[in-house]
């Protein structure tokens, strides 16, 4: 779904319309829900987190005039599950969070390898990952929802990448 069509199914949500809602709900509740475990590292946690971004986005669907709908609700997912996270003790501080990460898959031996290559990867580097091939957002809109420049989205997007193959072919981690 293309931020063109979100924007058409939010109109329609803000009218009342419960299939525009399920629409919505059905094309993005995966990658949100991976990008907010991720985060989190909490199957219970996220899929709470994941259904009070749509609790809110039912109640109070954002305006038509945002000009970027589906980096809006993903940049809502993130801010939602990072505070969660700071809100437990042992994250109080945001640099303790820094280096935890989680990938779910379907092939779990593929999963694991992912998921250990992805531990080794700073949470930026891995939530600009994830954003990027999950979420289906283009750089310039990760850079805007993440307040950094493009120029450091694009080189950390290339040097975690790199370093994921490198471990994912066998290199050292």
């Not at 069509?5 to 803000?14: D, E, G, H, V």
């Not at 946690?45 to 109640?59: P, T």
């Not at 038509?64 to 042992?90: C, E, G, S």
Request: proline residues 5%; aromatic residues 8%; positive net charge.
């Amino acid at each position: 779904m293309d931020n063109e069509s979100l924007r058409n199914k939010l109109i329609a949500l803000q009218s009342g319309d419960k299939i525009a809602f399920e629409d919505i709900y059905n094309h993005l509740k995966t990658p949100m829900y991976t990008i907010i475990l991720r985060i989190t590292r909490d199957r219970s946690l996220s899929e709470d987190i994941l259904q009070e971004v749509f609790f809110k986005l039912y109640k109070s669907p954002p305006k038509p005039t945002i000009r970027k709908p589906r980096a809006y609700l993903f940049q809502m997912a993130r801010n939602l599950a990072i505070d969660h996270v700071r809100k437990l003790p042992q994250y109080a501080n945001w640099d303790s969070v820094e280096n935890t990460v989680h990938l779910p898959l379907d092939d779990f031996s593929t999963k694991m390898d992912i998921d250990h290559a992805m531990k080794t990867l700073p949470l930026r580097e891995c939530q600009i990952v994830s954003l990027h091939i999950n979420g289906g957002l283009k750089f310039r809109e990760i850079s805007d929802m993440m307040d950094i420049p493009l120029g450091t989205v694009l080189w950390r997007y290339q040097k975690a990448i790199t370093q994921l193959r490198s471990i994912l072919s066998g290199g050292v981690t």
